[in-house]
Nanobody, 114 residues
Framework: QVQLVESGGGLVQPGGSLRLSCAAS????????MRWYRQAPGKERELVAS????????IYLDSVKGRFTISRDNAKNTVYLQMNSLNSEDTAVYYC???????WGKGTLVTVSS
């Protein structure tokens, strides 16, 4: 079955960095566009970043452009989200998802606070 396991979240000070990972299994990872979403307390889930199957094209939420970088390693069935210059508005649970598969992992919590 499809499994998505996010990791790498934690507590970080404003201006700090984190690298999230998402290990995928149960489908042909290298054929799927992968996405990172986030959901902040009291808000709807939003798309943060997306990367095509070969990694040749990416898109980002405007508020994270220039600070976040999505990447993938198809040999490891893993997608990453490098997050720099974090601020309090980045506090959320972060999820990865294959664009065309209706499966979600449990997410990983990122808290940006001093």
């Amino acid at each position: 079955q499809v499994q998505l396991v996010e990791s790498g979240g934690g507590l970080v000070q404003p201006g700090g960095s984190l690298r999230l990972s998402c290990a995928a299994s149960g489908f042909i990872f290298s054929t799927q566009t992968m996405r990172w979403y986030r959901q902040a307390p009291g808000k709807e889930r939003e798309l943060v970043a997306s990367i095509t199957s070969a990694g040749s094209s990416t898109i980002y939420l405007d508020s994270v452009k220039g600070r976040f970088t999505i990447s993938r390693d198809n040999a490891k069935n893993t997608v990453y989200l490098q997050m720099n210059s974090l601020n309090s508005e980045d506090t959320a649970v972060y999820y990865c998802k294959a664009r065309w598969l209706d499966y979600w992992g449990k997410g990983t919590l990122v808290t940006v606070s001093s």
